[in-house]
């Protein structure tokens, strides 16, 4: 039996398959003239191609059921005829492996609408996302400069040439913020104060599950090609977004959990101008040994000395949306805030927000997330960004609402008629994280912050190497 004779209204061949950026060419007229009987042979004979090793692979691929060998002669084949365009040192041992595995894992046949299945098959290989990073040239040497003035701000102190350096870390001028810091916490918990014998509103959680995988989809449609294209990320290992959203109220309030909130809070306010750049006037540097121990200890310190703002911070860990990190869960308010804060619709635009925001830190290739640690201002990386991009995703959604009663219905049901985010939504947060992450892309452009972000390639912003 043909390998493609059960495919009907086949697309035309040769065509190009566009990803962004980059083009594969997708052709099988060749692979027509292979029959089952030669299996064998030619699983065998493309492993030893693609891997230089000479095993017997066909005695793994014969067990596999139904369309699955079909399906992976065909990604096979396509992987083949696009190779030749991978950069130098590209994993093909490894590209075969994941495709072998996702054979029995496929969510689209050859012959698929829309190329589905090229588009599955070079997404898994790792192909997509190795030829948008070489196709992509890194800044030059005069944006390096000041992405690093960016990434590095100068400090406090001067130094010889009488420009400014940063000096020793100044525990005083971290006491101020922390005494500041204290006062942010008792103004956020007012938003969840409710009127005298008024009980809470609790908001769906399975609705806000629904929305949850809403926004999985929708991530993949518009950040493409880079937001989906990491082959061991979120949309191939298996991830759901509404598998792993559960309520803020599970979350542990321990010393520890109130401990990483505060320290969070921190590096937020203590870079904000216009709370006077308190982590920048002490010297603070993300990077250097000590620093960010210093902090945590007097952080952790104050907590254990006021047991009231401690326990206000705990309220405030139940009442956070947050992310896990690795494979772990995201949480979400159950509940809606006092009416203080403002209307239902605004909260669940703002639920919104946060549930966008909380899925660009699961999809943040972990190359990238872990660059927080080697620049002064690290929060740029762990929160900066990650705010920005929820951003782009979150003023398209507003967009798709203005004109689709489907989409209405997914993100507003149960809050009313339709209402415009608050402005405030709609401008990037995270203080002077969010504008330096803004400003990066204002000198590199979108192209270099997505495959920074998504796909690990840090040079491309230039973040320091590893």
Known sequence: MSLTNDLTHAPAE??????GPV??????????????????????????????????????????????????????????????ALP??????????????????????????????????????GWVSAMVVKNIAPPDRGQTAKLNLIFNP?????????????????????????????????????HWVRPKNTPAEPESLDHLKRIADYLQKYVARVLGPYADAREDGPYFDGFRYSERL?????????????????????QAIGWDKERGALL???????????????????????????????????AMVKLTTAHSGGEGKISVQPIFPSPVWGTKADWRWRVIRSLTHELMHRLAHPGFTAAADRIRHGQIVSEGFVDLLALDVYTRLWGLVSQSEAATQVLLKGVGAIKV????????????AGTSAAAVRDLVGDDRVRAAFFLGATHLVGLPPA
């Open 23 to 84: 083009t594969a060419t997708a052709d099988y007229k060749a692979l027509r003239v292979l029959t089952e009987d030669k299996y064998p042979e030619y699983f065998n004979r493309v492993y030893t191609l693609f891997t230089g090793l000479e095993f017997d692979v066909w005695s793994h691929i014969a067990q596999y059921e139904g369309e699955d060998k079909l399906w992976l002669a065909h990604a096979l084949y396509l992987f083949a005829k696009n190779k030749d």
């Open 421 to 432: 985010p608050d402005p405030s939504f709609l401008k990037v947060g995270y203080g002077e």
């Open 88 to 125: 130098a040192g590209f994993d093909h041992t490894a590209a075969v492996a994941r495709l072998m595995n996702r054979a029995t894992q496929r969510t689209a046949m050859p012959g698929a609408q829309d190329d589905a299945f090229e588009r599955e098959v070079l997404r898994a290989a």
């Open 14 to 19: 040769p065509r190009t398959v566009i990803f």
């Open 246 to 266: 559960q309520s803020t109220w599970q979350l542990p309030a321990g010393p520890d959990e109130r401990l990483n909130w505060m320290v969070n809070r921190a």
């Open 154 to 190: 100068p400090g406090s102190d001067q130094d010889g040439d009488g420009g400014r350096q940063v000096g020793p870390l100044r525990k005083n001028v971290i006491k101020e913020l922390i005494d500041a810091l204290a006062k942010v916490v008792d103004e956020q918990l007012l």
């Open 280 to 314: 920048a006037k002490a010297d603070y540097d993300g990077a250097r040994d000590g620093d960010h121990e210093t902090l945590r200890q007097m952080l952790r310190e104050r907590l254990e000395a006021d047991q009231n703002l401690s326990r206000m911070v705990g």
